[in-house]
């Protein structure tokens, strides 16, 4: 069942921010997909996140997975719910870590009071995306093993996350591990196979960056000896059975498309699925929660989904 909201946006902030963000950060994903094969010092991005301030009362730790390093954000003192969100950062699997993401990864954590576990997953280019999905599995069995409880937890992810998010969800329905309560994809990444669809540009990615993305991540997953076949996808790997899902997408964003795709074969493998489509919105707008309107309430939106479906009630595993 697909159940589509259109909601607003395009205000005079939002007018702002994407003219702020197409003069500085697109002309450098322009030069990236100009050449993508340099050494470009991806691990640098991330410290960009140090000028983000902490949300106010939320606690940072970090902790170690087998491959990689991951942060815990735990909601202000009296507020728990006892919930827990594995969060899967976006950033074109290349970037992204600590620091980038932490404003968002404590808004999320202060509006559904749930203890935010985001791993640190392996990048391309010296990894896989295959890399980068076992650590998002890793960090589901590092909850569960610390007490997590499966029908209120949330997989959640935004961009890149977002495709790691839905698939993750997959991996543990192929794992034969306790279903989590819901997904929640912001902006996803659908196809990681170049050329499938054709991407056009927005206020952050020229027409071409999509498609550079993912031939290097092909490239990539070739280097290491996983063949030729595709990358795994969320609209190609088996969906019947996964969880209530949420996808938020911009109608202004290159991945646009990709969001209603995503939504449209969940749905059709009997998944419930909420698809909310915000008008004239930056690609993963809720990252600017603190300026714009339509940022928090799209956060607003998360925390109401979370409370609906992470209730703590086991769910019975759907049929067919």
């Known amino acids: 069942m697909l159940q589509r909201t259109d909601l607003g946006g395009g205000g005079l902030r939002s007018t702002v921010l994407a003219l ?16 993508p094969r340099l050494p470009w010092p991806y691990g640098v991005v991330d410290h960009a996140g140090r000028f983000l301030r902490p949300v106010r009362d939320t606690g940072y730790a970090r902790y170690r997975l087998p491959h990689c390093s991951a942060t815990r954000v735990t909601p202000p003192e009296g507020s728990a719910t006892g919930r827990t969100v594995v969060y899967l950062h976006g950033g074109a699997f290349l970037v992204g870590g600590h620091h980038l993401h932490r404003q968002l990864l404590g808004r999320v954590a202060v ?19 295959s890399d980068a999905l076992a650590d998002a599995l890793d960090a589901y069995r590092h909850a569960l093993d610390h007490g997590a409880d499966p029908t209120r937890t949330v997989l959640m992810g935004d961009s890149a996350g977002g495709f790691l998010a839905v698939m993750l969800a997959v991996e543990i329905q192929r794992a034969g591990l306790p279903a989590p309560a819901g997904v929640v994809a912001m902006s996803p990444l659908v196809d990681m196979v170049a050329g499938d669809v054709p991407y056009p540009g927005c206020t952050l990615f020229p027409r071409s960056a999509i498609g550079r993305f993912q031939a290097l991540a092909a490239r990539v997953e070739g280097r290491a000896g996983r063949g030729t076949d595709p990358i795994d996808s969320p609209t190609h790997a088996p969906r019947r059975g996964l969880p209530p899902t949420l ?62 479906v992470a209730t703590g009630r086991a769910r019975l595993r759907a049929v067919g």
């Open 20 to 35: 702020a963000l197409r003069a500085t950060v697109r002309p450098v994903i322009t030069a990236w997909t100009l050449a």
């Open 247 to 308: 996808v938020q997408v911009s109608s202004a964003e290159s991945l646009y498309a990709d969001g209603v795709r995503l939504a449209e074969a969940l749905a059709d493998a009997g998944v419930a699925v909420e698809l909310e489509v915000w008008d004239r919105q930056v690609h993963v707008f809720q990252a600017a929660a603190g300026l714009l309107p339509e940022a928090a309430a799209a956060i607003e939106r998360v925390g109401d989904f979370v409370e609906r």
């Open 111 to 129: 509006r559904t009071g749930a203890e935010v576990l985001a791993p640190q997953y392996r990048k391309l280019p010296r990894h896989t995306v």
